[in-house]
């Protein structure tokens, strides 16, 4: 370890001017990759790896004559047939980059508090162990999908396990979103209100925030042709790099004055069970996995490219968390790292960015999870003004539950990934998976594959005693 700390340090102010000037190199290269690379994939990937739209909110002209008189679950078929229809193969590397975005979200900037939370060594091993299981586990749904051609998680655990698989993946699925846009009100309140401090000296409530937030997304939220937010794709993407940039840039200039942080330990035994449900949460990406098969030009190197994928995310995770760890050490007080960034109009702009920028990515987030909510109460309902007005009630509830719930949450939302990570995130990732490939799979596998299946399910379940 020792070895790995020593180093020569530039003296601060030759760092400084150096990095200033790499900082604004880098980040302008960037900007022209995402551009270039989202342009691209943007508008393909989104319709597709959102929920299919139902009916009224799609064009009927392009539908089969008998779609009036099929079935729900064949009008549902049809429509998914249309919209893939309109959606170019992504050859392999669009298919690596589209499943990386997928990936890569805000959640790298929980991760250094994450992981001083588990301590430097456990939060390695989490995030190594986690991505092994995590790797297995889609390779188990994608077979799965084999047994179901065409189908979504939802279908294979109807066929999986009848009505339980199909209730089981819709719990766990909504969860999940609803956890991952209280993350989002959390990064949106805390940084505006931090800048409302520091730059013009008020103290204004979280409340206040939170209220806002409301009136904002409550109408955001009504949208239903939510590929109308593809653009804000371009701008989020660059936005995660140059903030991690500008992160890495700002610590290692912190470091330049005052050298490695204290408090650092290997194992911390008061919360290192926490780090367990963060690695999960990391790698929570299974969202996007199976509809971007459909649209892989070579289904086959599918797996493959998943699991450089997923590489890709445990290497850039790592290091992020353990530099940004050995660096700050016990003032990682905060869940965000944001807020170990110097107070200059530098940091205020990223953080007005990035808020502005997960103001567009609530409404794609909750979207999933407020059409599985309304496919339960709306689906005895005849379509009618009154259905419509309805359904806008439930997700204006729904974006109020979400503030709220984060209101209610204080200063501890590493704690709730935690939590998410392990009661929702966990069953998504590796128990389903392995209790659908058993059933489907039933009398096909070797012992060695049932004891791995069972180990990740019992690695769930000791996650919730926990």
């Not at 193969?89 to 939370?117: A, D, E, H, W």
């Not at 430097?120 to 999908?145: G, H």
């Not at 593809?230 to 500008?246: E, G, K, P, R």
């Not at 004055?257 to 929570?284: H, K, P």
Request: contains cysteine; aromatic residues 14%.
């Amino acid at each position: 370890m020792a070895t790995y700390l020593r180093y020569r340090i530039l003296t601060s102010e030759t760092l400084k001017t150096a990095f200033q000037r790499l900082g604004v190199q880098v980040c302008m290269q960037s900007m022209i990759l995402i551009r270039h690379s989202s342009m691209q994939l943007d508008t393909n990937v989104l319709i597709v790896g959102e929920h299919i739209r139902e009916g009224e909110d799609i064009d009927e002209t392009n539908l089969p004559e008998n779609y009036k008189n099929a079935t729900p679950n064949s009008q549902r078929r049809m429509i998914e047939a249309v919209q893939k229809s309109h959606v170019k193969k992504l050859t392999p590397m669009q298919t690596y980059f589209s499943l990386l975005k997928g990936f890569v979200c805000t959640g790298i900037l929980y991760l250094p508090k994450n992981f001083r939370n588990g301590g430097w060594a456990w939060a390695f091993v989490s995030m190594v162990l986690s991505f092994f299981l995590t790797l297995f586990c889609m390779i188990k749904l994608l077979e799965c999908k084999s047994k179901t051609p065409g189908g979504s998680f939802t279908d294979i655990g109807m066929k999986a396990l009848g009505l339980k698989g199909k209730y089981m993946v819709d719990i766990f699925l909504s969860a999940a979103q609803i956890g991952f846009v209280t993350a989002y009100i959390f990064f949106i309140i805390t940084s505006i209100q931090a800048v409302v401090h520091d730059a013009f000296g008020y103290q204004v409530d979280r409340i206040w925030f939170g209220l806002m937030c409301f009136v904002i997304y409550a109408p955001l939220c009504l949208v239903r042709k939510i590929e109308k937010f593809s653009i804000t794709h371009i701008f989020a993407d660059a936005l995660i790099l140059i903030t991690t940039i500008v992160i890495l840039i700002y610590a290692t200039m912190y470091l330049s004055d005052n050298g490695w942080g204290s408090g650092i330990y290997a194992l911390n035994t008061a919360t290192w069970l926490d780090m367990v449900g963060s690695a999960v949460y990391s790698y929570e990406g299974i969202g996007v996995v199976l509809p971007l098969l459909e649209v892989t030009q070579k289904p086959e190197m599918y797996p493959k490219i998943l699991f450089y994928v997923l590489l890709t995310v445990m290497a850039l995770y790592v290091s992020f968390g353990e530099y940004c760890l050995f660096i700050y050490g016990d003032q990682l007080v905060t869940p965000l790292i944001t807020n170990n960034l110097p107070q200059n109009a530098i940091t205020y702009t990223i953080k007005v960015l990035f808020s502005i920028n997960l103001v567009f990515t609530y409404p794609l987030q909750l979207h999933p999870a407020s059409i599985i909510i309304e496919s339960y109460i709306f689906k005895n309902m005849e379509k009618s003004p009154k259905r419509q007005w309805l359904k806008n009630l439930s997700r204006t509830l729904l974006v109020a539950f979400t503030v709220l719930f984060c209101l209610s949450l204080g200063n501890n939302l590493d704690k709730f990934i935690s939590v998410l990570g392990s009661l929702a995130c966990t069953p998504i990732s590796f128990t389903l998976p392995c209790i659908f490939h058993l059933k489907l799979f039933e009398g096909e596998l070797t012992k060695r594959q049932v004891y791995i299946e069972f180990f990740c399910t019992g690695f769930t379940i000791y996650h919730w005693n926990s």
